[in-house]
Each structure stands twice: as C-alpha cells, then as structure tokens.
C-alpha cells in the first residue's frame, strides 16, 4: 500500500486535500513511530479513520474505548444467544457439517463474550438482554433457511460494526483485540453465507435476506437489504453498493469491469446508531 501515492491521487481531484491531512500530522507521527504495531489488517482501518475525518467534518468528544468495548459485548451476546437457542433447537434441519460449523461459530463467540467482560469492568458492562428472536422471523429455530438468513444479517451487520467503530481505538492495546474480533466476525459471515449458496462476500447491497415482518402495532415489512444500506452520516457510513474509495470516484467508468467488483472489494463501516437499530429489526 502506497500511501504517498494514494494522497497524492486525492489532492488532484481535491486541492485542499494535503491541507486536510496536515492537522492530522501527529497522526502520522504515530503510525511511523510505532512501525510493527500497525499490522496490515489495521492499515486499512487506520487509513478509513483518516480519510472519514478528514472530509467528514464530525464535532464531538470521541466516546471512550470501555464505551466501545460495552458495545462490542452487547453486540457479541446477541450473536452467541442467537447461535446457542439456534443449536438448542431440534427443530431445524441441519446436516452434521452445519451443526460442526455452527458450533465453532458459536463457541468463537462465546470467546468474544468471555474475552470483553474479562477486558471491561463491569460496571461498565451492558445489562444482560432476554432477545426473542422469535417475534419477528416466527420461524427463525424451526426452518433451516431462516435461521441462516438471520445469521447472516447478524454476521453481515457485525462485520461493519467492528469497522464503523475500530478506528476510535488507535492509540491503545484494545485495537488489536478489536481487530482480531473483526476478522473472526468476516469469516463467520463468509461461511455463513456459503452455507446458503451465496457468495462468500457481499455484492453490492444486494439481499436475499427475506424481507423483515413487523409486528403489530408496527405492521409492515422492511426489505431485507436493509442491513447493507447507508449509515448517518451516509458520506461517513455509505451503503455496500459504494464505488468510491478515498475520495476517489468513478475508478470503474470506461474500463468494461462492473461496478459490482468494486464495491464487492470493501467492507463499509456502519455507526453505533445504524447498528443498533438495524439489528433490532430481528427481535422487535
């Protein structure tokens, strides 16, 4: 990754770009001084941090790193719940190998759990949440399908969760934990979305999560692409049919390559906000 390279192409479609970069000197400071500690995996977190910042304008005292933590373990539990009423159940039909891989995703998760509560005090740590899957999707622990489109909203979701907010933990111990998280939380989601003869990656915002039923008093359904759309701010948090990438826009237009391939390459990151009341959709 050429980072002289990658500025030097956003100040020619933005000339005020090197000047928007230029308070974030001591940033920089930072990721040369303590060289070997950023990893790749970190790199390009590190870069959407900057690059969000930079043009986004955001105000606000940064929310502190046990907040984020609270956050991740509230969002953890909900994926192990989910997992273990899921495998509890004797009601869907799972063949032995997607109860072994099922298995492994929970027990991973369970891991999560264990390894944020022993990281955060716990007077910092979030109520303990009763979810009724159920309420929503009825069928959710007893149809096959269901159950593992519900997954992979939740994985799907998970995996931008982990990045709208990891760039918040620069500077600390946390961040590698945080990181390590995150790439389990992808590879659930890749093997969750094999199992249901998707692509390993996600396409655009393109869904074949069914469309979520709201109940009464709600009534109504909410598409099912929900989960890949924008964020607030949606220039921070755009949706997975993004083609833009620091700044940088129509990089597909003229070379005969689908747009789709583009925006299949990156992961988009997600706020807290979105997060929260995405995956609430799936237990109302």
Known sequence: MNLFQIFDSISKVDDAALDRFDTRRAVFGHMF??????????????????????????????????QVLAYALRLERLEYQFYKQGLESTSIALSGDDRAGLQE??????????????????????????HRFNKVYTEVFNDRATFLAVAQALEDTG???????AA???????LTVALNIHSVEARHASHIRR????????????????????????????????FYQAGSPAADYPSEANTAQGGLTGLYAGNGIPASRYSEAFDEPLDKNTVLDTVSLLFL
């Open 168 to 174: 918040e933990l620069l500077g600390t111990d946390t």
């Open 105 to 130: 995703i929970r027990d991973n998760e369970a891991s999560h759990v264990a390894l944020l509560e022993s990281v955060l005090p716990a007077a910092q740590q979030p109520a303990l949440d009763n």
């Open 33 to 66: 001084s303590t060289g070997k500690k950023i990893t790749a995996a970190a790199a390009p977190v590190f870069l959407a941090s900057l690059f969000n910042k930079a043009y986004a304008g955001e105000t606000g005292v940064r929310e502190t790193v046990n």
């Open 195 to 226: 199992l249901r003869g998707e692509k390993a990656w996600i396409e655009e915002a393109n869904s074949t999560i069914p469309n979520v039923p709201l109940p009464a008093p709600a009534m109504g359904t909410v598409a099912g692409n929900a």
């Open 159 to 165: 995996v931008r969760a982990y990045k709208g907010r």
